[in-house]
């Protein structure tokens, strides 16, 4: 069971280049999502799935897509970086809200810079 | 949306000592509040959480409080210790959106002293 799996773990990339952020679990969870991590502003929700084939935009999506295309991946896209988008980035993984744990379990993270 | 802020943004304590984290959310149909610890370079883990139905949870050395009213919930640790050390996120989410969407603090940097 390796729970929330992200790569890759670091990245760095030049203004105006695309690249996908990879997400797997293996635990079977409902609900993914993706969240950025800047100094001083805590983890902001940047798009979320509550199942397969469903996605929905967060606090802050402009500039990444994402897709759900089965239930253990969860990739995210920046379309074209910008180095306002120079942060680390968590994957998220827990079963829908509907059940009786709440419990969010994160990935490793993936440091990117943007030149 | 809903809205969360944290204070203090930093925190040094001695060994031994107690640690009181507190945060307040704005969204009154918020009712599950975890608390995260992330060392340097790790992910965020969750070490305890509350649901809007109860006042107060502990677990050994650390227990959170919850007033709905008043809308602010604490972390408190006690008897603190140097691995204590780390970021502490608190969160709100509403199950009512139908989605475990977590809206986090800003953090709080703890130092224990040795």
């Known amino acids: 069971n390796a729970g929330v799996t992200q790569t890759p773990k670091f990245q760095v990339l030049k203004t105006g280049q695309s690249m996908t952020l990879q997400c797997a679990q293996d635990m079977n969870h409902e609900y993914m999502s993706w969240y950025r991590q800047d100094p001083g502003m805590g983890l902001r929700l940047i798009h979320y799935s509550v199942g397969a084939g469903i996605t929905d935009q967060g606090e802050v999506p402009n500039g990444y897509n994402v897709s759900r295309s089965t239930t253990e991946d969860f990739p995210l896209r920046l379309l074209s970086a910008a180095p306002s988008q120079t942060s680390v980035y968590f994957c998220?993984?827990?079963?829908?809200?509907?059940?009786?744990?709440?419990?969010?379990?994160f990935g490793e993270g993936s440091r990117l810079t943007v030149l | 949306g809903e809205n969360v802020e944290q204070h203090p943004s930093t925190l040094s304590v001695q060994e031994g000592d107690s640690a009181v984290i507190k945060c307040t959310y704005s969204d009154s149909a918020s009712n599950y509040f975890p608390w995260y610890k992330q060392e340097l370079g790790k992910r965020p883990q969750l070490i305890i959480d509350i649901r809007s139905n109860v006042g107060e949870k502990k677990d050994q050395r650390i227990a959170v409080t919850l007033n709905k009213t008043a809308k602010h919930f604490s972390l408190h640790i006690t008897e603190t210790q140097p691995e204590d050390s780390a970021v502490y996120f608190c969160a709100a989410r509403s199950f009512q959106t139908g989605a475990n969407n977590l809206f986090f603090g800003t953090g709080t940097r703890l130092t224990v002293i040795p």
């Open positions: 998220a993984s827990s079963y829908s809200a509907g059940t009786n744990t709440g419990e969010l379990f």
